[in-house]
Each structure stands twice: as structure tokens, then as C-alpha cells.
């Protein structure tokens, strides 16, 4: 992935990395010895949400720092700042989106042994080990400010999150804090479940009969298929062989006594004949009956759900299944999982390892976002820079220099181990992921982010042009240019980029779109599928773009009806249809691109698109509560991605150390399990801060426009998300909770108007659901696939009357305890009841595959 002319650029941008030596700053060795530690203060600032935190400094060299030789480069989820209430020795910069960097203020010294602390304050209050500067790297300077020598910190510590005013965003949240005690009295409403009272498959089917008697599974078994059906009964081969260590054999025609036969045939469940499917097991052994062959797939992984636990945790070559009649079809044809791996970047093989969990709890679409302002992650035949250039990160002395900045804790180099800012999929990658993908019956969408978040693209596209104007061809330079050379624009998007945003007056740009798409099409092509359908973005363009381009201002002259900068946006993507429907594919985008912008600056909803092949994806249910049910009664196809629910980078509690964002709250695997489509208000009911949310006067949706809700999606930016164990920690749970609300039928409580009958009804079902989650899913997870790393919730516990009572979200995790501060193993004691609290308490929670959860400390007084 490393390229000839990336090394070039790197040495052009004239830094020496290590030997360089003027005398006059530390070595490279020494340098490491310079030690930084990082504290927030507080979030109870004199503004709502602001926060106040503070550097530390320890001059480990034996060279002083001076206010000319050094700055400190780093990354933090970029918020405003705000100037410090009293002087400061050294001056927190924003440079661009969440790249910072620390500089001394005239008359800095930090001398050999010494240390000093520098506070600075910002907006948007910081509660999370996850938000603190990551990525850090000393420039020195020489006497005359060329930069010398780069050298990442190597002794770097951040101080715990424990105050109330650390742990909660400021006066006006109102979420309660974060205590083993208050998860104790929430976790009350969960009680165990014996294994005939749990949740068969997840997601439920539609009409599930237990029969009596059970069936052994065992390579006596061929399986059978109808012709069409080949990949399927292979794949399913392939499984059972996993459980049992056994090949079953694969025939196509007619079946011959006691075995497994896939069958095409009618099947129509609610009215639903697509993805639909039948499956009996009893006596004669399993027929699984499908309208088309991803009904049969999905029985297949209905089959493979109903083996126990047991059989995936200590494999056998038997395995017993319990007789069952099966009608099924999903609630919605689309259910979807999107995956950012432009912030941060994913391998190829955990792709495919998503690819089958999806395909698992029947997903059935995926969405790859593989363009953003951080990086391009798809090799593009006759673009080479948007590889060499958009797809690595690296130190650089100014953000107008065409190469991507350090963000996300990338650090300065490209590649460097443990980091996850540079990487892309070749065209073969691709083409592999799309067959794979296929194979399991899934769709995937790939995206081009435009008109905003397109920074990766533009700096790229800035690069091939500056390589081609050098060699004197400036037609073909101008081809592919993103940018208005002229644009004095100020604005700030919401990651903190001041040039994100594309030209939207200029052919080359939509002729860039068109190169990307048409190459797209060829991989598409190449992996025997048509291309018919792409994720254009359209999303969070700042305000104030476009407001001083002398282009933009020809396209405003030549266009009066469009009037203002802010309307640019419709126009973009106006042009954008016309040009992608000749391509004859769908427009799917989010919903800021069929929204226009009212004179005060407020997003309307836009019927332009309305029976254009345009669907928009809404996820903006906290802000702009009832959107969805307009987009929808407007007669929009629409995809539900609501915030509240499926949003996966969203932590899962306001526990410090759990990882995660929560610009929009904290959501949990309930959060995606309690979701009622058609009317949120029942399952949506605080704002971020954890106020009550208020929905008088908004528009319900139609029951007629019900039709118009394609389907839902779920979310994973990876702004937080360092590799693929963090991306699954994230994923899992939330995932199968997800499942539920795309596939299984409608839920009681989903149709209860009042709110406390619908409440008890939804604690029922939720019950059911979280012992499935432990009892079942959870540990067969730690398995499949050579296992993935899901989380495990942290038990509650409190001291009462000198007693320990502790208790677990998910009822059928065992909780294990110590009593001398050690780290609680499988082997340690069991908690069976309250017992008497005595030492220094550690608990964690453990499922039957001996995984476990983060540790709770309780200090007996």
C-alpha cells in the first residue's frame, strides 16, 4: 500500500525524523524521556457545556525547552476552545478537524527536571477516557523555526475519570451518575429465566411450533438441494462441519429418506414472499423450504440458531435439535449495517468476519463508507492519489499542504504499527468483499461522500493536479479538481474542517463523480453483479460555504431562483441525479440531501426528489424529532437510522471508561431492541442530556405512508474505533437487539397507548430477550468464526446492612467475586445470594464460555 511517490512527498515536506541534531533541542532518545500527562479539571465550567482541562509537562531531556523549539501535535474530538481564564504558559491551537497542537507563549522555559502544568478550556464537555488527546508527537526547531526532528511521546498518562464533575457533562445533564450502586437498583427489573422460556432464534420468527422429540444431527444426514440451491447446501455443509467435525455430503435432485433438502417453493408469510421461508424438523429430518434462495439461506441460519449452545462450545459429532415448525419473513426488505472505515481503518478480513455476523442475524445490506474527510480507502484505476494521498495520514507542516493530517491518534507516519489512519482495499480486495458479501446474500452500497465531508477527496484530487500541472498538461490537471482555487469561504463543519466541502459550480466536479462511479461499476461488474444502487452522503455541509466563491457566485448569477450560497446544496445534488440516473442507478443519501435550507437558515424538507429514485437515510430523531414521519408522508421511501437506537459508536453508559461517543446520549443494546418504527414516541423519550423529550404539535406518521419505511439501518463511525476489537466490542450486543427491530414481527407493546401497561409489556419482552442474550447468543458468539469480542455488561452491586448484593443486566451471567482486590477469574467464588462484605470487593460478570466483563471495585468502610 506504501507508494514510491507518498516516500517523496514525505522527504519533501523537509522533516528529519530522527538523527538531525542542532544542539539546541533533545535527541530523539531524549525526547522520549519527556513525559506528558493529561487531566481533565472539569466540566462544571462558566458556560453549560464547557470543560476545563489540563497538560503536564515533565522535562525529562537534558535540554531545556524553550518558547521557540517545540510544539506538541496531537488529536481530540474536536470542540471549540474557548481562551483560558488567566494566563498560560503554553496556548492550546485548533489547527483543523480534531488536529491540535500545544505551543509555548513568549517567555516558556521548562528546564531539565522540571514540570509545568498548562490549562486550557473549550465547549462540549468531555466524560470519557476516549476524548482524551491521543496520538501525541513533539516538532522541534531549529534556531531559525524549520522543523528538525519529529518524536511521539512515549510517556504519556492520562489521570481517571472519578469526580461528579469529571463523570457528568456539566449542570444541565441530567443523566444519573455512573455507580455500581445505581446499575445494581436499574438491573432490578430483570429476573432469570429457565432455557425453555427463552427466545429460540434471534430474530424471532414469525410462527415458531415446538414439536416433541428431537432429531440428531450427524453426517448420516446428506443434504440435498434444488438446482439453484448449490451455494446454499455448500454453505451449510461448511457449518455443520465446524460443529461436528464431519463432512456432510451435497446431491442435488430428488431427496432419498431421512435428510436435509433445501427447496425452492412458495412460501408467503404475512402477505411477505421475498426472503420468506419454511422450516420442519421432525422424524424424517430437515426441509427448509424458501420463495427464492435467500429465503432458504435464511433458514439456514434459522437451523443453525436453534442448535444448542452447548454444540458450538464443545463441539460434537452429534448434535441434537429439537423438533420445530418454522414460518417466517422479515418485517422489512432492507436492514442494514453501516461501516466508517475512513476515520479509522478495517482489514479486509474483518470485513468478511462483519460480513458473516450479518448474515447471521439476517442483515441483509451493507453499507461501506469508505470515503470521508479523513481518508479514501478504494483504489480507483486513473486516480492513483486518492490512494497515494487520501488513504495515509501523516505529520505536515501546513493543512494547505495536499496531503491528510494526523487525526484520530494516527500519529505522524503512515503504517505505524497499532495505528489504523492509513490502509485501503485494492480493486481485488473489493471485488473479493463484494462476491463474499454476495454469497451471503447481502447487498452491498458503496458511498462518495459529497458535497461535504470530502476532504480526503479533495486533497487527493489537489495533488494529482499540482503533479500534472508540473508536467506542463493543465487540461488534464483541471479534469478531476474538487476545489475553486478563489473560494475564500470561512466555515467550520461539525468535525471542525474549514475545507471539506467540494466546488459545486464546477464540471470537473461532478465529472469526478462520474470517473468513480463508472470505475465502481466496472469492479461491480467484475464480481459478476450489477451496480445499481449508491450512498451519495450529502450530509452536515457548514454553514458559510460557497459564500465568497467567485464560482459559486457565477451559478448564483446564472441561477437567481436559487438566491442564497446555502441553496447550493439542492442545486449539487440536483445536477448530481440527473447525471447518476443515467447510469440507471437508485440515489440513496442522508437526509440533509433532500432537505433545503430556509431563509433563517433552518432545514426544510424538500419534495423535489419525491418519485426520483432518491432515498433518504434519517438519523436525526433528536433534533429534528418527527422527519422521518414527514419524509415519510411526503411520500419518500425512507430508511430509518434513527440516533436514539442504532447508532453503534454511541457508548453504551456514561461510564467513563466505557469507549464511545455520546453527542446524542448513550445507547445500549435495550436502545436498539426498543424501537417502534412507526411511532418513536414510545420508544424515544430523552433528549441527549437525559431530559424528557417533548413531541406536542409534531407530525405522526400516516398509516398509509407505513409503506414508505424501506427499512432500518444501523451505524458504526469509527471516530472511537481502534481495530477490529474495538469495532465488535461495539457492535456487540447492539447488533442482535438491532436484528430484532429489522426482522421479527411487530411487537406487542409496540400498539399499547398507555404508557404503563405498554412500559410492563416492554420489561417483559426485554427480559426474554437479555436471558437469550446471555444464556444463548452471547457465549455461542465467543465460537463462531474463532470468536469475536462482544461486550460483557459490568454487574451492579451495593453494600447494604454490611451485606454485598450485586445482580447482572443480562440474568444467566454468573457474577464472580474477590474479597482481596485480586482480578476475579472463573475459578473465583461464585455470588449465589447476598454475603457478607468484608476487604476490598472486585466483581465481574462471566458467560458460559468463561469470557468476562470489565471489573467493579467496592471498598468495604
Sequence with gaps: MRSAFFTILILSIGVCMNGCRSGSTPTTEEAKQIAVGWELVSNFTKID?????????????????????????????????????TPQPATVHHINGDWYKLTPNPGFTLKPGATIQIRYEGTEAVNKLTDAPMGLYFVFYTKDGREERIVQVANYSVTPFTRREQMLRGKIDSEPLFTPEHTYRTNLTASLLPADKLQQIIPSPV?????????????????????????????????????????????????????????????????????????????????????????????????????????????????????VQI?????????????????????????????????????????????????????????????????????????????????????????????????????????????YATERHIKVIPEINLPGHARAAIKAMEARYERLMKEGKEKEAREYRLIDPDDKSVYLSAQGYTDNVVSVGQESTYHFCEKVVDELTKMYKAAGLPMDVLHTGGDEVPEGAWTKSPVAARVLSNNPTIKDPKNLQTYFFRNLVKRLKKRNLEIHGWEEAVLAKATD???????????????????????????????????????????????????????????????????????????????????????????????????????????????????????????????????????????ESAWAPERPWETIENKQAREASMRIGWNVFANTLAQKDLPRLSTINGGYTYRLPLPGALIEKGMLKANVELPGLAIRYTTNGTEPTAQSALYAGPVKAAGTLTLKSFDASGRSSRSVVLKVP
Design 49 to 85: 457545556t464547557g470543560f476545563e482541562a489540563r497538560f503536564s509537562l515533565t522535562n525529562g531531556s537534558s535540554t531545556p525547552l524553550t518558547d521557540a523549539n517545540w510544539a506538541l501535535f496531537f488529536n481530540m474530538s474536536p470542540r471549540p476552545l474557548i481562551p483560558p481564564l
Design 601 to 739: 437558515g433552518k432545514l426544510v424538507l424538500n419534495p423535489e426528489f419525491v418519485g426520483q429514485g432518491v432515498v433518504p437515510y434519517v438519523w436525526n430523531n433528536l433534533f429534528d424529532m418527527d422527519l422521518g414521519n414527514r419524509m415519510a408522508n411526503a411520500g419518500y421511501p425512507v430508511v430509518l437510522c434513527n440516533v436514539s437506537n442504532f447508532y453503534f459508536d454511541m457508548a453504551y453508559t456514561n461510564d467513563p471508561q466505557e469507549p464511545g461517543l455520546y453527542w446524542a446520549g448513550y445507547v445500549d443494546t435495550k436502545n436498539n431492541w426498543a424501537f417502534a418504527p412507526f411511532d418513536m414516541v414510545k420508544t424515544t423519550n430523552k433528549t441527549s442530556m437525559g431530559k424528557p423529550l417533548k413531541y406536542a404539535g409534531l407530525e405522526k406518521m400516516k398509516l398509509s405512508a407505513r409503506k414508505n419505511i424501506r427499512g432500518v439501518e444501523a451505524q458504526l463511525w469509527s471516530e472511537t474505533i481502534k481495530g477490529r476489537a474495538m469495532a465488535e466490542y461495539a457492535m456487540l450486543p447492539k447488533l442482535l437487539g438491532f436484528a
Design 207 to 323: 410462527k415458531l411450533t415446538p414439536g416433541r422429540g428431537t432429531l440428531t444431527l450427524d453426517s448420516s444426514l446428506p443434504i440435498y438441494a434444488d438446482k439453484g440451491l448449490e451455494r446454499e447446501a455448500d454453505y451449510l455443509s461448511r457449518k455443520l462441519k465446524t460443529l461436528t467435525g464431519s463432512n456432510f455430503s451435497v446431491s442435488t435432485g430428488a431427496p432419498k429418506g431421512p435428510c436435509i433438502a433445501l427447496k425452492k417453493g412458495n412460501v408467503s408469510v404475512n402477505g411477505v414472499v421475498n426472503e420468506a421461508y419454511r422450516l420442519g424438523i421432525d422424524e424424517n429430518g430437515v426441509i427448509i423450504t424458501g420463495n427464492d434462495a435467500a429465503g432458504v439461506f435464511y433458514g439456514v441460519q434459522s437451523l443453525l440458531a436453534l442448535l444448542p449452545t452447548t454444540s458450538y462450545l464443545k463441539p460434537a459429532a452429534t448434535v441434537a435439535v429439537r423438533y
Design 327 to 435: 414460518e417466517d419473513a422479515p418485517r422489512f426488505a432492507f436492514r442494514g449495517m453501516h461501516l466508517d472505515v475512513s476515520r479509522n481503518f478495517q482489514t479486509k478480513e474483518t470485513i468478511l468476519r462483519l460480513l458473516d455476523l450479518l448474515a447471521f442475524y439476517k442483515v441483509n445490506t451493507f453499507l461501506f463508507y469508505t470515503t470521508e474527510d479523513e481518508g479514501w480507502r478504494l483504489e480507483i484505476d486513473g486516480l492513483p492519489e486518492l490512494t497515494q494521498v487520501g488513504a495515509q495520514r501523516v505529520h505536515t507542516s501546513g493543512k494547505e499542504t495536499p496531503v491528510l493530517h494526523p487525526a484520530y491518534g494516527s500519529g505522524p507516519r503512515a503504517y505505524d504499527e497499532g495505528k489504523y489512519g492509513s490502509g485501503y482495499y485494492t480493486k481485488a480486495d473489493f471485488i473479493d468483499i463484494l462476491q
